[in-house]
T-cell receptor, first 113, second 114 residues
Framework: DQQVKQNSPSLSVQEGRISILNCDYT??????FLWYKKYPAEGPTFLISISSIKDKNEDGRFTVFLNKSAKHLSLHIVPSQPGDSAVYFC????????????FGKGTKLTVNP | DARVTQTPRHKVTEMGQEVTMRCQPILGHNTVFWYRQTMMQGLELLAYFRNRAPLDDSGMPKDRFSAEMPDATLATLKIQPSEPRDSAVYFC????????????FGQGTRLTVV
């Protein structure tokens, strides 16, 4: 039973365009959500997070949107750059982030020059 | 430069052998996670500890896997006996467990069981 779902295994976009990565969750107890980026042969690195009390969080080119009623979040990257090519994992936690992190299966983003 | 350190980075072993993976969490972090990455399952949580006490190990095959924290600076994940289906990348992550903080991951141990 997957509590965090990333339904698109891969996404390909052109440099300079917007990348939109999607994530759905089923557990209504989740109240803290994170995106991690992973390059080959490296560990995942934190990208951006959002608490359930917000519906948007922005950090430079990266914006995360949270729709609690739909149990859906998305990561927008604008403009996309070739260096953004990586696997992106969505993760969720309860109790403000103090509980275990549950990850989706990841979406491989390829940004073409 | 605070980071999570995992050893070894790569391990090739024969089926039936014992494998021990080690993790040094970031100093001061009180929560440690063990994850396994496979193509099919993504990042699966195997076990996690807070203040060295195991909180959840429901993701681990109990008959062959064990996880411990002998002290605050060392977490271990042991597989005995190892099987080919255990081949994966194993990640350790640590976090200072309070509101709105992110977990930091090590570079992983790539395990191949032949």
């Amino acid at each position: 039973d997957q509590q965090v779902k990333q339904n698109s295994p891969s996404l390909s976009v052109q440099e300079g365009r917007i990348s939109i990565l999607n994530c759905d969750y089923t557990n209504s107890m989740f109240d803290y959500f994170l995106w991690y980026k992973k390059y080959p042969a490296e560990g995942p690195t934190f990208l951006i997070s959002i608490s359930s009390i917000k519906d948007k969080n922005e950090d430079g080119r990266f914006t995360v949107f949270l729709n609690k009623s739909a149990k859906h979040l998305s990561l927008h990257i604008v403009p996309s750059q070739p260096g953004d090519s990586a696997v992106y994992f969505c993760a969720a936690s309860g109790k403000g982030g103090s509980e275990k992190l549950v990850f989706g299966k990841g979406t491989k983003l390829t940004v073409n020059p | 430069d605070a980071r999570v350190t995992q050893t070894p980075r790569h391990k090739v072993t024969e089926m039936g052998q014992e494998v021990t993976m080690r993790c040094q969490p970031i100093l001061g972090h009180n929560t440690v996670f063990w994850y396994r990455q496979t193509m099919m399952q993504g990042l699966e949580l195997l076990a996690y500890f807070r203040n060295r006490a195991p909180l959840d190990d429901s993701g681990m095959p109990k008959d062959r896997f064990s996880a411990e924290m002998p002290d605050a600076t060392l977490a271990t994940l042991k597989i005995q006996p190892s099987e080919p289906r255990d081949s994966a990348v194993y990640f350790c992550a640590s976090v200072l467990s309070h509101l709105n903080t992110e977990a930091f991951f090590g570079q992983g141990t790539r395990l191949t069981v032949v």
